[in-house]
Structure formats: C-alpha cells, structure tokens
C-alpha cells in the first residue's frame, strides 16, 4: 500500500511539473509576442514560497528564450 502510495505521489508530482511548463510556455510566448523583438524584464512575487510548488515556475520559461 505504501509503495502505490508513494508511486502515485510521485506521479501527481511529475504531472505538476508538466502543467507548470505548459502554463508558463503558453505565458511566454504570449509576452513575447506582445513585445516583438524588444527586451523584456518582468518583475515577479509569489509568497507561497518554494515549499508549496515544485522546481518550475513561468520565470524559468522566461529565462529559457533568452530574452
């Protein structure tokens, strides 16, 4: 019971990961879209802390285009 358990957490964990960098790929490009070829600086807040979320948020989908 325990290891179906823990099997099924860790896939609930590896389906958030996928959903947060579908979210912030969608986020991106739509910022990226609104401001061409400009730089873009985007300041973000969240007080959840990394505790409530995994290892991915949209600012990594920002930081990934370089831009």
Do not use: Y
């Given at each position: 019971m325990k290891d179906r358990i823990m099997a099924h957490a860790g896939n609930m964990l590896e389906e958030d990961i996928l959903i947060n960098k579908a979210i912030g790929k969608h986020g991106a490009d739509h910022i990226l879209g609104?401001?061409?070829?400009?730089p873009v600086s985007i300041l973000t807040h969240c007080n959840t802390g990394s505790f409530l979320r995994p290892r991915w948020t949209g600012q990594k989908s920002l930081e990934e285009t370089s831009r």
């Amino acid at each position: 019971m325990k290891d179906r358990i823990m099997a099924h957490a860790g896939n609930m964990l590896e389906e958030d990961i996928l959903i947060n960098k579908a979210i912030g790929k969608h986020g991106a490009d739509h910022i990226l879209g609104l401001c061409s070829k400009q730089p873009v600086s985007i300041l973000t807040h969240c007080n959840t802390g990394s505790f409530l979320r995994p290892r991915w948020t949209g600012q990594k989908s920002l930081e990934e285009t370089s831009r």
